[in-house]
């Protein structure tokens, strides 16, 4: 069973920063991916950034130059730092870890249970 706890999240003003955090735990092999997706009512969810066990980050457009990405694969732990947030940041945002149960097994990805972010203008 794996499991992801997610902290952070919450009311802040526009231009505001928030960090949110995530910790996996469980039993498995192997983390090779995690990441931040967020949600909207009505929208797909569509991924935030991304880094995965090489340290290599990939983030969304609207998230360039605001978010931070961070890892330690060592402890399971990912965050994101959000600065100069704005009104259209509001989302729920889940955590995602992709990862291999057994060594040579496949690739199985698990999602948090979401946090609220909010951005009043």
């Known amino acids: 069973q794996v499991q992801l706890v997610e902290s952070g999240g919450g009311l802040v003003q526009a231009g505001g920063s928030l960090r949110l955090s995530c910790a996996a735990s469980?039993?498995?092999?192997?983390?090779?991916?995690m990441g931040w997706y967020r949600q909207v009512p009505g929208k797909q969810r569509e991924l935030v950034a991304i880094?995965?066990?090489?340290?290599?980050?990939n983030y969304a457009d609207s998230a360039k130059g605001r978010f931070t990405i961070s890892s330690d694969y060592a402890k399971n732990t990912v965050s994101l730092q959000m600065n100069s947030l704005k009104p259209e940041d509001t989302a729920v945002y889940y955590c995602?870890?992709?990862?291999?149960?057994?060594?040579?097994?496949?690739?199985?990805?698990?999602w948090g249970q979401g946090t609220q972010v909010t951005v009043s203008s």
């Open positions: 995602n870890v992709g990862l291999r149960l057994r060594r040579f097994g496949a690739r199985y990805d698990y």
């Open positions: 469980g039993s498995f092999f192997s983390i090779i991916v």
């Open positions: 880094i995965t066990s090489g340290g290599d980050t």
